[in-house]
């Protein structure tokens, strides 16, 4: 079956990077469009990038559109995102996600990870 494993969270301070991995199995990763989707407590959960099979589009929410960079390397069944620039509002547990296209909405997408935690203190 499909298995999606996050890695690459923690607990930084404000303005530093992360990068997070998704390592994908299970069906063959280059037919699929990947996401990245965040949940903060409280709050329900948000798109926050995508991209489609080939890497030949990428979709970002405002709200970090030039800080974060989604990226995926087909030969290793891997997607990324690369996060720069962190806010304390970026604090959440971040999920990847594989599905037919990049959408901007969690049902779009037929596959998730358990999540990875992000804290950005301040």
């Known amino acids: 079956q499909v298995q999606l494993v996050e890695s690459g969270g923690g607990l930084v301070q404000a303005g530093a990077s992360l990068r997070l991995s998704c390592a994908a199995s299970g069906r063959t990763f280059r037919n699929y469009a990947m996401g990245w989707f965040r949940q903060a407590p409280g709050k329900e959960r948000e798109f926050v990038a995508g991209?489609?099979?080939?890497?030949?589009?990428?979709y970002y929410d405002d709200s970090v559109k030039g800080r974060f960079t989604i990226s995926r390397d087909n030969a290793q069944n891997t997607a990324y995102l690369q996060m720069s620039s962190l806010k304390p509002e970026d604090t959440a547990l971040y999920y990847c996600a594989q599905g037919r296209r990049p959408g901007v909405h969690d049902y779009e997408y037929d596959a998730w990870g358990q999540g990875t935690q992000v804290t950005v203190s301040s």
């Open positions: 991209i489609s099979w080939n890497a030949g589009n990428t």
